[in-house]
């Protein structure tokens, strides 16, 4: 059984080096919490038209996740979802 888990990635100011936004990814874990790499689950997520799942539980995830991990945070959260998920 796999779960999600949100991984806060932050972008950088290249003149002042310091963070100006953070971007949300999501990981898989395999049974013993190890992460999957993207690039081993997303074709198939894609070839089997499962973006907007997996949107639907990254948005999920933020919601009991990320409040703890954005507390004392000053940088915006950036998400990526599929234009399947907006339409």
């Known amino acids: 059984h796999r779960q999600g888990v949100l991984r806060l990635q932050p972008l ?18 395999d049974g013993v919490g190890n992460e999957t790499p993207p690039q081993r689950f997303l074709s198939t997520v894609v070839k089997h038209q499962l973006l907007p799942t997996v ?9 009991s996740q990320l409040s703890i991990a954005k507390r004392g945070m000053a940088t915006p959260i950036a998400l990526n979802i599929s234009s399947r998920s907006l339409g």
Do not use: A, C, I, S
Request: net charge negative; proline share 4%; no cysteine.
């Open 12 to 29: 950088y100011d290249f003149v002042t080096g310091k963070p100006v936004q953070h971007e949300v990814l999501l990981r898989l874990l």
């Open 55 to 63: 949107d639907k539980l990254t948005l999920q995830l933020m919601e």
